[in-house]
């Protein structure tokens, strides 16, 4: 019998989930196609696999049984391919200099626009990103590394702050910001505990790199993440100051596709990055 391989992908993912919806959004489907892959897969079998009971796709007894066997052979597949490749990293830019080379992978740092990244994890464009995520979604798995606050930088001899800037000076002075948006709001604004006002915002970046030569050759400010201005405050000469806005910390996680939850090359990629970011378990 020659039989569509696809066909077994969807069948796992609605026995997952007990949901032609669900399944849906972690394949990248239509609810629709799900619904005919599943009749198609029933009519090459001879025998009904789910039945509805509620807003719940049940399996049946056949259902069970296929979905045992299946389930052992996709994976083989899914860690034989694996093995042949390269795995596609995106890493935040804060973590990606404290990363060297790594055998196997292909980092990148992560894009700016957080809908983009969801999307490229979503269809499996990238296998695994490394930073701070704002979106959720029930098909990426998010395992969270360490947390850290942020800090204000600013020029050595900046004409206005020494050692210390106040909630006043915060909004008095001009920033430059990363073009970071997610829901028509820059990082920041997601984590700040405090009522929103707004920052003098006059650069916008694409890169925190180039924040921190923007506050050396400026008399800007900048929000970055400890860690980094501490590794960075000596070589480019500036000031590192406490943010005096109450905001959440940032939370770095690995993110990557459900699917790849329990492939075991992935497995050792996941547990590469958290060794050299000194986050191992």
């Known amino acids: 019998m ?18 032609y919806t669900k399944a849906s959004e972690t394949i990248g489907i239509t609810q629709p196609a799900v619904s005919a892959s599943i009749k198609r897969m029933e009519q090459e079998i001879g025998e009904p696999l789910f039945y509805r ?27 034989a391919l694996s093995e042949r ?17 790594l055998p196997s992978m292909m980092i990148e740092h992560t894009p700016l626009d957080q809908e983009i990244l969801l999307h490229q994890l979503k269809s499996l464009s990238v296998d695994l990103a490394v930073g701070i995520f704002m979106v959720k979604d029930h098909s990426i798995v998010t395992e969270p590394l360490f947390s850290e606050s942020t800090v204000i930088v600013c020029r050595r001899d900046h004409p206005r702050i020494h050692g210390h800037i106040s909630r006043n000076q915060f909004y008095e002075e ?18 700040r505990l405090e009522s929103p006002k707004s920052r003098n915002i006059q650069c ?10 923007d506050v050396t050759i400026s008399d800007r400010v900048g929000i970055v993440p400890r860690h980094l201005a501490l590794n960075w405050q000596e070589r480019l000469n ?18 990557y596709h459900r699917r790849y939850q329990k492939t075991e090359n992935h497995i050792k990629v996941r547990e590469t990055i958290r060794a050299h970011l000194g986050c191992a378990d």
């Open 53 to 79: 009971e509620g807003r719940t796709m049940k399996p049946t007894a056949m259902a069970i049984r296929l979905a045992t066997r299946f389930r052992v052979g996709f994976d083989e597949i899914q860690n």
């Open 238 to 255: 500036f000031q590192v100051l406490e943010n005096p806005i109450e905001h959440k910390p940032l939370e770095y996680c690995l993110a």
């Open 204 to 213: 916008k970046t694409h890169s925190i790199s180039a924040m921190l030569l």
């Open 85 to 101: 490749f390269t795995y596609s990293v995106y890493v935040n830019e804060a973590l990606a200099l404290d990363l060297p080379v």
């Open 174 to 191: 001009g920033h430059v910001a990363l073009a970071t948006q997610w829901k028509g709001m820059d990082g920041f604004e997601h984590i």
């Open 2 to 19: 020659d039989f569509d391989l696809n066909l077994i992908k969807v069948f796992l993912e609605v026995y997952q989930y007990h949901s």
